[in-house]
């Protein structure tokens, strides 16, 4: 029997500035109902870069071998283009979770959807567990076909 699906949301913001705020609590009067939305589904908005600096930090701390996405993660964090990108993304964990049961996200979703169409978040997406449905990590160039 396979494990129920599992769901995260993800969203962009318009710029560095705005999502520093985010990051930091800093008062953001533009992000206030974005706030009120995370804090009713007990969501923790996490910054893709400071995620990716994370793992990257964790590799190198450690046995680069048992990190598979070291190379691709630092070379996206090292990327200007690519790290300014990041920079304004997000991940929702909620109660703590990086990904959760369908209800969960759709409820999150629903809610910050106006939010998007507002101008509020500039990208809404919600993503599932199953590899069928998402980008697969690149292949060290030893295992390329």
């Given at each position: 029997?396979?494990?129920p699906?599992?769901?995260?949301?993800?969203?962009?913001?318009?710029?560095?500035?705005?999502?520093?705020?985010?990051?930091l609590?800093?008062?953001?009067?533009?992000?206030?109902?974005?706030?009120?939305v995370?804090?009713?589904?007990?969501?923790?908005?996490?910054?893709?870069?400071?995620?990716?600096?994370?793992?990257?930090?964790?590799?190198?701390?450690?046995?680069i071998?048992?990190f598979?996405?070291?190379?691709?993660?630092?070379?996206?964090?090292?990327?200007?283009?690519?790290k300014e990108?990041?920079?304004?993304?997000?991940?929702?964990?909620?109660e703590?979770?990086?990904?959760?049961?369908k209800?969960?996200?759709?409820?999150l979703?629903?809610?910050?959807?106006p939010?998007?169409?507002a101008g509020?978040?500039?990208?809404?997406?919600?993503?599932d567990?199953?590899p069928?449905?998402?980008?697969?990590?690149?292949?060290?160039?030893a295992?390329?076909?």
């Open positions: 029997m396979t494990a699906l599992q769901y995260q949301v993800r969203f962009d913001l318009a710029d560095a500035a705005r999502a520093d705020a985010l990051r609590g800093q008062a953001e009067p533009a992000l206030v109902p974005l706030v009120a995370l804090a009713r589904h007990r969501a923790v908005a996490k910054r893709q870069y400071d995620a990716f600096a994370e793992y990257v930090a964790a590799a190198e701390q450690h046995d071998d048992q598979p996405l070291y190379a691709w993660t630092k070379a996206t964090i090292e990327n200007p283009v690519k990108k990041y920079l304004k993304s997000f991940t929702l964990h909620v703590g979770q990086e990904v959760y049961d209800a969960a996200a759709d409820a979703e629903a809610e910050l959807k939010l998007a169409e509020v978040i500039t990208r809404l997406a919600k993503y567990t199953d069928a449905h998402n980008p697969q990590p690149p292949q060290p160039p295992q390329r076909g």
